[in-house]
């Protein structure tokens, strides 16, 4: 699994606000990333999360861009499970693509928490659900505020702003 060596990355966010933005194909895995992003953003210390839901993993760049001004971290949450066209590909591509834009030309930390599987059961197995060998919603909240706290010591928004 990805998450073998994966970085500790809890730090305190205390006074951070965050965003989840998810998708809303394959609920049982998104309910599980959606609460691992959840408990990854309290154990940060994050008490003040929104959460907004789009149709799919395709809507959440213009999501995330939307939402990035308001934030100190947005966390990304989707999943694509590959099927027999190329759907998949151009999915992922356009999501992988326009949520590291996002991140860039914002300069706000989006959490990359979309899941993409060859199969449903890779993906249950990466949810964060009971059984699970891996929580992504978790660790893409808390990387999210890592990186949003790391940023903030070198460059404070309140100096850019």
Do not use: N
């Not at 008490?47 to 809507?59: I, K």
């Amino acid at each position: 699994m990805s998450g073998h060596g994966a970085p500790v990355t809890v730090v305190s966010g205390a006074g951070l606000r965050a965003a989840i933005v998810a998708a809303s194909w394959h609920t049982e895995v998104m309910d599980g990333l959606v609460d691992g992003a959840h408990r990854g953003l309290a154990a940060c210390d994050v008490s003040q999360v929104d959460l907004v839901r789009v149709p799919g993993t395709f809507e959440l760049p213009v999501a995330c861009a939307r939402l990035a001004p308001l934030y100190d971290a947005v966390v990304a949450l989707g999943v694509v499970i590959r099927g027999g066209t190329p759907h998949f590909d151009y999915v992922c591509q356009a999501a992988s693509v326009g949520l590291t834009d996002v991140a860039v030309r914002t300069g706000i930390p989006v959490g990359f928490g979309v899941l993409t599987c060859d199969t449903e059961q890779q993906a249950l197995d990466r949810a964060g659900l009971a059984g699970s060998a891996e929580d992504k919603g978790f660790e893409a909240s808390t990387a999210a505020i890592a990186t949003a706290v790391a940023l903030r010591a070198v460059a404070p928004l309140s100096d850019r702003r």
